[in-house]
Structures are given as C-alpha cells and as structure tokens.
C-alpha cells in the first residue's frame, strides 16, 4: 500500500517548468515525503525529501501543503533528462513503499 | 565510495535452478533494502534489514527466497528453484536509517527461461 496517489503521466515542453502532484490525505505526523525518480533500465533516484517545510535542492523543489496532505515537486525549467517515472512516497522509519508513479514525458 | 553496487548485473537461468545475487551497500549504511520490478511497474518491496537483523519480509517474499545480510554489511537474495513468473529487476538500496534518503543500485535483471 503505497498510500500516495499521483497522476500516472504528464507533458512538458522543454524550458518549461513542471508541476508534479502528490496526495498523501492519510500522512501521520511522522511521515516524511519522499521524492524519487527513475529513468529507463536504471535504479530509482533519490530527488527530494521534506517533512513540513517547503525544500530547495540543485535538482529540484518541494511545496508542502499546510496540512501536509498534498506536496508538488516542481521542476523549474524541464529538460529532456528529465524524462523519468516520478515517485512520490511518504515514508517514517519505517520500510520505503512506492506506487506507481507519474511518467514524464518532456518534448523538445 | 561509489554507491551502493549490485552483482550481477544480468543473469539468465533455465527454470528450477537457483540463483544468488549479491547487495553491496554504502559503507556507513545501516539498513538495506531489497526490492524487485516487473515491467511498467514501480518497486515491490520485498524486505529490509537494519544491520544484520531482517526486520520485515513481505508475502510476495515466497519460501523460495531468502535473504541474509551476515556482518551487517553486503547482503544477498537467494531465489531457489526459479520460475518464469521470477523474472524481473532486483534492485537493492541503502539509508543511514529510517526518513533518509535513499541509495539505489542499478540493479540485477533476472530472466528465468
């Protein structure tokens, strides 16, 4: 039970920014959100994680909603790389579940 | 260090032999993950060790896989006599602890024939 939903794929242009969202309407207190992605035939990759407050990182951002219940990673300016299974998970200290995921495709 | 590395990176089998892959996380990691993907699917889980205890397998964990990570430090995933329905990517991860971020390896593609 992944207990995150997420679109299962969306478009961008390239340059452009992308907006990702997650629903995770049953996290506890505890739960981290988690983001990762995974480009094809390779391992997942760690993107971004964050608890309540909003994130900043060389590869991307995370908006948390004040109830915690939704986050977006947002991709400021999409490239080709970019091009990947989005995973949102929510995770306490426990083991790391992933659903599905959002398959981005950016195109040129 | 060069993240956590996985062996083999492919292995093709005949049906009912057995198979051993082999985790080697990143040094100062202490839990370690094992997951497996089929096509268009994310990662199932399918357990995870804190050092050298098994904390928790899950029912896709069959009695036909086992898992050990002697030492707290590499692990392997044994799947004896393997079927076609086995075939699938293995992927193995390690974090610091709980709520970290986590490492992948690039995985071991497994095609049971």
């Known amino acids: 039970d992944a207990k995150t939903t997420q679109p299962n794929s969306m478009e961008s242009n390239e340059e452009e920014p992308v907006h990702l969202p997650c629903n995770h309407s049953?996290?506890?207190?505890?739960?981290?959100i988690h983001w990762y992605r995974q480009l094809p035939s390779q391992g997942p990759e760690y993107v971004i994680h964050?608890?309540?407050s909003n994130v900043n990182n060389r590869m991307a951002s995370l908006a948390i909603a004040e109830d915690r219940k939704s986050s977006t990673l947002i991709l400021h300016r999409a490239t080709l790389r970019d091009a990947a299974v989005y995973y949102c998970?929510?995770?306490?200290?426990?083991?790391?579940?992933f659903g599905p995921g959002t398959s981005l495709s950016v195109i040129p | 260090d060069t993240g956590v590395s996985q062996d083999p990176r492919h292995k093709i089998t005949k049906r009912g032999q057995n198979v051993t892959f082999r985790c080697d996380p990143i040094?100062?990691?202490?839990?370690l993950y094992w997951y497996r993907q089929t096509l268009g699917q994310g990662p199932e889980f399918l357990t995870y060790?804190?050092?050298?205890?098994?904390?928790?397998k899950s029912r896709l964990l069959s009695d036909r896989f086992s898992a050990e990570r002697p030492k707290g430090s590499f692990s392997t995933l044994e799947i004896q006599r393997t079927e076609q329905g086995d075939s699938a990517m293995y992927l193995c991860?390690?974090?610091?602890?709980?709520?970290?971020?986590?490492?992948f390896g690039q995985g071991t593609r497994l095609t049971v024939v």
């Open positions: 060790f804190q050092n050298e205890a098994q904390l928790e």
């Open positions: 040094s100062e990691h202490n839990r």
């Open positions: 964050g608890l309540t």
């Open positions: 049953t996290i506890s207190g505890t739960d981290y």
């Open positions: 998970i929510r995770t306490s200290y426990d083991k790391v579940i």
């Open positions: 991860a390690s974090t610091r602890g709980g709520g970290t971020e986590a490492f």
